[in-house]
């Protein structure tokens, strides 16, 4: 099971950015799929959750501005982050909870500041 993230960058506050996690496997449709964060010096943190069914729930701290998407299809996971703050500034993560376990990508750096 491996997960690949990737859109990260430098924006600046109030852009947006979209994350994706890409999975490798068959177990991707079936599995509750997240995103955290971890802020230099800070503990990981999780921004938001979509399980196998589509369902979402967010932290308070992206709720209205960032949205969790699945494809299926494509085994890829999504975060759209909109009117992005310098708070938002982190190393983010995707994180699969599946039968076999739970697995982590090795995250991409988002930056927001002017």
């Known amino acids: 099971v491996q997960l690949q993230a990737s859109g990260g960058g430098l924006v600046q506050p109030g852009g947006s950015l979209r994350l994706s996690c890409a999975a490798s496997?068959?177990?991707?449709?079936?599995?509750?799929m997240s995103w955290y964060r971890q802020a230099s010096g800070k503990q990981r943190v999780l921004v938001a959750i979509i399980t196998a069914e589509g369902t979402t729930t967010y932290a308070d701290s992206g709720k209205s501005r960032f949205t969790i998407s699945r494809d299926n299809a494509k085994n890829t996971v999504y975060l759209q982050m909109n009117s992005l703050k310098p708070e938002d500034t982190a190393v983010y993560y995707c994180?699969?909870?599946?039968?076999?376990?739970?697995?982590w990508g090795q995250g991409t750096l988002v930056t927001v500041s002017s």
């Open positions: 994180n699969a909870v599946t039968s076999r376990g739970a697995f």
């Open positions: 496997g068959s177990f991707f449709s079936s599995s509750v």
